[in-house]
């Protein structure tokens, strides 16, 4: 089965920074593209971040542009998301998504 496991959230004051990382097994290799969501409390996941399978594009929404950075590891089927500048607004369930498979998320709370 697919299994995608996030890893890195936690707590940070405003202004820190975290970077979330996303391990990907269980799948046959092809050209998969891999994405981040979050789902702050009260409201609908939203859309993040993209990166193709190589790494060489990259697409993210406009609240996250500037200050989030989405990479892929070199090794394994990974993915991560590098979090600076980090505002009470971002406070939300993390997920990586990779096709139609999800992983369980990882709670960021940005709190001083």
């Known amino acids: 089965q697919v299994q995608l496991v996030e890893s890195g959230g936690g707590l940070v004051q405003p202004g820190g920074s975290l970077r979330l990382s996303c391990v990907a097994s269980g799948f046959s290799s092809g050209n998969y593209g891999m994405s981040w969501y979050r789902q702050p409390p009260g409201k609908e996941r939203e859309f993040l971040a993209f990166?193709?399978?190589?790494?060489?594009?990259?697409n993210y929404a406009d609240s996250v542009k500037d200050r989030f950075t989405i990479s892929r590891g070199n090794v394994k089927n990974t993915v991560y998301l590098q979090m600076n500048s980090l505002k009470p607004e971002d406070t939300a369930v993390y997920y990586c998504?990779?096709?139609?498979?999800w992983g369980q998320g990882t709670q960021v709370t940005v709190s001083s």
């Open positions: 990166i193709s399978s190589g790494g060489e594009s990259t």
């Open positions: 998504r990779l096709s139609a498979y």
